[in-house]
Protein backbone atom coordinates (compact mmCIF):
# COMPACT_ATOMS: atom_id res chain seq x y z
CA UNK A 1 0.00 0.00 0.00
CA UNK A 2 1.14 3.26 -1.02
CA UNK A 3 0.96 5.77 1.33
CA UNK A 4 -0.54 8.86 -0.21
CA UNK A 5 0.60 11.38 3.05
CA UNK A 6 3.94 11.44 0.85
CA UNK A 7 2.75 13.30 -2.23
CA UNK A 8 2.01 16.90 -2.60
CA UNK A 9 -0.80 16.57 -4.31
CA UNK A 10 1.14 17.14 -7.72
CA UNK A 11 1.00 13.79 -9.05
CA UNK A 12 4.95 13.63 -9.09
CA UNK A 13 6.40 10.29 -7.06
CA UNK A 14 8.95 11.02 -5.09
CA UNK A 15 12.53 10.04 -6.21
CA UNK A 16 15.22 7.29 -4.91
CA UNK A 17 18.59 7.77 -6.46
CA UNK A 18 21.11 4.33 -5.85
CA UNK A 19 24.62 5.79 -6.33
CA UNK A 20 27.43 3.37 -7.02
CA UNK A 21 31.12 3.79 -7.66
CA UNK A 22 30.47 1.52 -10.87
CA UNK A 23 32.55 -1.28 -12.12
CA UNK A 24 34.65 -1.92 -15.88
CA UNK A 25 33.55 -5.17 -15.07
CA UNK A 26 30.93 -6.94 -16.75
CA UNK A 27 29.35 -9.28 -14.06
CA UNK A 28 29.82 -6.42 -11.47
CA UNK A 29 27.45 -4.01 -14.30
CA UNK A 30 25.17 -6.58 -14.36
CA UNK A 31 24.94 -6.88 -10.66
CA UNK A 32 24.60 -3.39 -10.08
CA UNK A 33 21.65 -3.34 -13.04
CA UNK A 34 20.31 -6.28 -10.85
CA UNK A 35 20.34 -4.45 -7.76
CA UNK A 36 18.68 -0.83 -9.16
CA UNK A 37 15.79 -2.85 -10.70
CA UNK A 38 15.17 -4.61 -7.75
CA UNK A 39 14.79 -1.86 -5.64
CA UNK A 40 12.75 0.04 -8.30
CA UNK A 41 10.16 -3.56 -8.30
CA UNK A 42 10.03 -3.24 -4.73
CA UNK A 43 9.37 0.25 -4.34
CA UNK A 44 6.77 1.05 -7.21
CA UNK A 45 5.88 4.22 -4.96
CA UNK A 46 9.18 5.77 -6.38
CA UNK A 47 10.40 7.13 -9.41
CA UNK A 48 14.25 5.18 -8.76
CA UNK A 49 17.37 6.42 -11.01
CA UNK A 50 20.67 4.98 -10.76
CA UNK A 51 24.06 7.09 -11.12
CA UNK A 52 27.72 6.15 -10.73
CA UNK A 53 30.57 8.13 -9.00
CA UNK A 54 33.13 6.74 -11.64
CA UNK A 55 33.85 4.17 -14.28
CA UNK A 56 30.37 4.00 -15.40
CA UNK A 57 27.37 6.32 -16.74
CA UNK A 58 25.14 8.25 -16.56
CA UNK A 59 26.75 10.29 -13.27
CA UNK A 60 25.34 11.38 -10.02
CA UNK A 61 24.94 15.01 -11.40
CA UNK A 62 23.14 13.35 -14.65
CA UNK A 63 21.15 11.24 -13.08
CA UNK A 64 19.28 14.33 -10.57
CA UNK A 65 19.30 16.70 -13.73
CA UNK A 66 17.17 14.14 -15.70
CA UNK A 67 14.59 13.66 -12.51
CA UNK A 68 10.74 14.94 -13.24
CA UNK A 69 10.18 17.61 -10.70
CA UNK A 70 9.69 16.38 -7.44
CA UNK A 71 8.99 17.28 -4.01
CA UNK A 72 11.64 14.88 -2.65
CA UNK A 73 14.85 12.88 -3.67
CA UNK A 74 16.68 10.57 -1.79
CA UNK A 75 19.83 10.01 -2.54
CA UNK A 76 21.14 6.38 -1.04
CA UNK A 77 24.59 4.77 -1.58
CA UNK A 78 25.66 1.74 0.36
CA UNK A 79 29.34 1.31 1.70
CA UNK A 80 31.38 -0.12 -0.96
CA UNK A 81 31.32 -3.67 -0.69
CA UNK A 82 33.46 -6.15 -3.80
CA UNK A 83 31.31 -6.79 -7.08
CA UNK A 84 32.74 -9.25 -9.44
Do not use: C
Not at 18 to 38: C, D, E, K, R, W
Amino acid sequence: MVDQSSFDGSGVRPALVAVSHGTNSAAGQAAIAALFGAVASARRDLTVSGGFVDLQQPNVAATLEALPAVSAAIVASAPAMPVP
